[in-house]
Each structure stands twice: as structure tokens, then as C-alpha cells.
């Protein structure tokens, strides 16, 4: 079955972290691309962070400095380690993998509130 499984959500206070998990099955975990995207209500989805097959990683700006992607294949897993989070970091955040096989996550909710 192919599918892409995001974990590690939830409700944090400003200046917190969170670490995100998503486990791939069923696309050849090793030779895809895997990102992390966000939508946030009312605006577009957007790349947070991506990391290809050979390790090569690229982050959005207002992430950058503050989020770290990592990925254990051995493991299909991919993470997202996110650290001095804001209320603007609010967002649901989705799993992607690809190219070459675009698969999407069911999302996992950020809620960064006091």
C-alpha cells in the first residue's frame, strides 16, 4: 500500500519545539525526494523543507535557521525538527514524497498558541 503516515502534531507555546515524523510505505522510500509543506488557513500550501535521495537539502526563509529535515532510511522515515516556533508557524503540515513518485501525506496539525 502506498502511503505516507505524519505524526507528531499538536499544541505548542511560542518559542517551543516540535519534531514531525512521517513513515513512507509502498514508493521506494531510498530513491525519493521527501519535503515537508505546510498550509496555513486562508493561504497556499508551501514548501517548509525538502531533502532529495543524495541528502541535498533547501528550506523556505522563514524557516531556515530554526527547522532541520533528516530523513533514516532504513527507517522510510522522514523528520522535520522544528525549534523556536511562532504563531505564524501555525499550519496543518503535510509529507511529501517525490519526484519520482509524488505521494501525499493526510497532514498533521501545528497549533502554536499561548
Known amino acids: 500500500q502506498v502511503q505516507l503516515v505524519e505524526s507528531g502534531g499538536g499544541l505548542v507555546q511560542p518559542g517551543g519545539s516540535l519534531r514531525l515524523s512521517c513513515v513512507a510505505s509502498?514508493?521506494?522510500?531510498?530513491?525519493?525526494?521527501m519535503g515537508w509543506y505546510r498550509q496555513a488557513p486562508g493561504k497556499q500550501r508551501e514548501l517548509v523543507a525538502s531533502?532529495?535521495?543524495?541528502?541535498?537539502?533547501n528550506y523556505a526563509n522563514s524557516v531556515k535557521g530554526r527547522s532541520v529535515i533528516s530523513r533514516d532510511n532504513a527507517k522510510n522515515t522522514v523528520y522535520l525538527q522544528m525549534t523556536s516556533l511562532q504563531p505564524e508557524d501555525t499550519a496543518i503540515y503535510y509529507c511529501?514524497?517525490?519526484?519520482?513518485?509524488?505521494?501525499w501525506g493526510q497532514g498533521t496539525q501545528v497549533t502554536v498558541s499561548s
Open positions: 509502498g514508493i521506494g522510500f531510498r530513491f525519493n525526494t
Open positions: 511529501k514524497s517525490g519526484p519520482p513518485t509524488t505521494v
Open positions: 531533502m532529495t535521495q543524495g541528502g541535498v537539502q
